[in-house]
T-cell receptor, first 117, second 112 residues
Framework: DGGITQSPKYLFRKEGQNVTLSCEQN?????MYWYRQDPGQGLRLIYY???????QKGDIAEGYSVSREKKESFPLTVTSAQKNPTAFYLC????????????????FGSGTRLTVV | AQSVTQPDIHITVSEGASLELRCNYS??????LFWYVQSPGQGLQLLLK??????LVQGIKGFEAEFKRSQSSFNLRKPSVHWSDAAEYFC??????????FGPGTRLSVLP
């Protein structure tokens, strides 16, 4: 079955460490997204990518970095510059481009919960 | 710019009661509208969507939503709530060439 796989499900980070969250999709979607979710808050966009080797900052990109070397992969690195990284991180993908592309919606992974220890 | 509001942060209903979750959007043209559901610790699952045609759309798990252009609303309804419906619900609006905008979510609690 096609879908999005996020790993690990739980991740612990020490102060000053960089950690990388994995997101892989086999839906052949062009666009991929990273969201951060905090308790009682909605989804905030961190980074997004419409095509391979290209990505753009979202609303809260500071302290994060991404790469898009392959269509199916969009890893997110939480750097030591992110002062409050404890949150639930969601990866999503969409068909991208085309007149009716929004109609297909976004497909989400099951998330990674990052905790600073 | 698009925006989405969900006026109710938290709603509690009794099992078997009817449910309506409100969603209002701001967008110049006809938007692409979605409802997603999120169980604790999980990702978001698409419940239903609207972008043209019949303004009453049916989704999974017995949910439906009605698009009302005059009120800029896309409210989610279910005639009889089950305990398993307890979750967080997000309304979202999409448009060609733009990222989706998600509402802040409504948390649904179900009393036995």
């Amino acid at each position: 079955d096609g879908g999005i796989t996020q790993s690990p499900k739980y991740l612990f980070r020490k102060e000053g460490q960089n950690v990388t969250l994995s997101c892989e999709q086999n839906l052949n979607h062009d666009a991929m997204y990273w969201y951060r979710q905090d308790p009682g808050q909605g989804l905030r966009l961190i980074y997004y990518s419409q095509i391979v080797n290209d990505f753009q900052k979202g609303d809260i990109a500071e302290g994060y970095s991404v790469s898009r070397e392959k269509k199916e992969s969009f890893p997110l690195t939480v750097t030591s510059a992110q002062k409050n990284p404890t949150a639930f991180y969601l990866c999503a993908s969409s068909i991208g481009g085309g007149q009716l592309s929004p109609a297909y919606g976004y497909t989400f992974g099951s998330g990674t919960r990052l905790t600073v220890v | 710019a698009q925006s989405v509001t969900q006026p109710d942060i938290h709603i509690t209903v009794s099992e078997g009661a009817s449910l309506e979750l409100r969603c209002n959007y701001s967008y110049g043209a006809t938007p692409y509208l979605f409802w997603y559901v999120q169980s604790p610790g999980q990702g978001l699952q698409l419940l239903l969507k609207y972008f043209s045609g019949d303004t009453l759309v049916q989704g999974i798990k017995g949910f439906e939503a009605e698009f009302k252009r005059s009120q800029s609303s896309f409210n989610l309804r279910k005639p009889s709530v089950h305990w398993s419906d307890a979750a967080e619900y997000f309304c979202a609006v999409g448009a060609r060439g733009q990222n989706f905008v998600f509402g802040p979510g409504t948390r649904l609690s179900v009393l036995p």
